[in-house]
């Protein structure tokens, strides 16, 4: 089946650590995107990628960084730079220039004490 | 960027009822599309329907319906006959260039 998978649902880190979500799509997409949500907020955009060795900041990019070494593959570092890491985090990916059909991920869940 | 803005943080309807859930969005692009996504609990974003600022018919999918008035820059979603499987957080969002802007949600409770 096709479709967008992050893993793992659940992470918890101690304060301090560098984490790494996982994002694996494979729809052939050529743009993906990583959010972060907090409770009863909305999503904001945090980096994405419209092609491969390429990717662009979001609205909060601040303590992240990414890496798109291949189509399939955009995976979301949260660094120990980032003040408030606790949140649900979502991956999506759209066609190139079809920014409004993104399908998205299931989330993983971070919690850093 | 743009602003999307949903005043209902809470709501709850009667099973089998309807509800309608507000969103008032600000643009400057004269061709924009507005979508709608449900979270249930699990998290997921599921995609459940879209209007483009240049269709003259509400859209329709199901139970689900726009109430859409370019004029006052609003787009309101409404679930006909909810079910209990209706309880979720709902998004109301506009892509504009790379990005997606959302609303911060409302929560809609079914009760049996």
């Known amino acids: 089946d096709g479709g967008i998978t992050q893993s793992p649902k659940y992470l918890f880190r101690k304060e301090g650590q560098n984490v790494t979500l996982s994002c694996e799509q494979n729809?052939?997409?050529?743009?993906m995107y990583w959010y972060r949500q907090d409770p009863g907020q909305g999503l904001r955009l945090i980096y994405y990628?419209?092609?491969?060795?390429?990717?662009q900041k979001g609205d909060i990019a601040e303590g992240y960084s990414v890496s798109r070494e291949k189509k399939e593959s955009f995976p979301l570092t949260v660094t120990s730079a980032q003040k408030n890491p606790t949140a649900f985090y979502l991956c999506?990916?759209?066609?190139?220039?079809?920014?409004?059909?993104?399908?998205f991920g299931p989330g993983t869940r971070l919690t850093v004490t | 960027a743009q602003k999307i803005t949903q005043t209902q943080p809470g709501m709850f309807v009667q099973e089998k009822e309807a509800v309608t859930l507000d969103c008032t969005y600000d643009t400057s692009d004269q061709s924009y599309g507005l979508f709608w996504y449900k979270q249930p609990s699990s998290g997921e974003m599921i995609f459940l329907i879209y209007q483009g600022s240049y269709d003259e018919q509400n859209a329709t999918e199901g139970r689900y319906s726009l109430n859409f008035q370019k004029a006052r820059k609003s787009a309101n979603l409404v679930i006909s006959a909810s079910q209990l499987g209706d309880s979720a957080m709902y998004f109301c969002a506009i892509p504009t260039g790379n990005q997606f802007y959302f609303g911060t949600g409302t929560s809609l409770t079914v009760i049996p």
């Open positions: 729809l052939n997409h050529d743009a």
């Open positions: 990628s419209q092609i491969v060795n390429d990717f």
């Open positions: 999506a990916s759209a066609i190139a220039g079809r920014s409004d059909e993104q399908y």
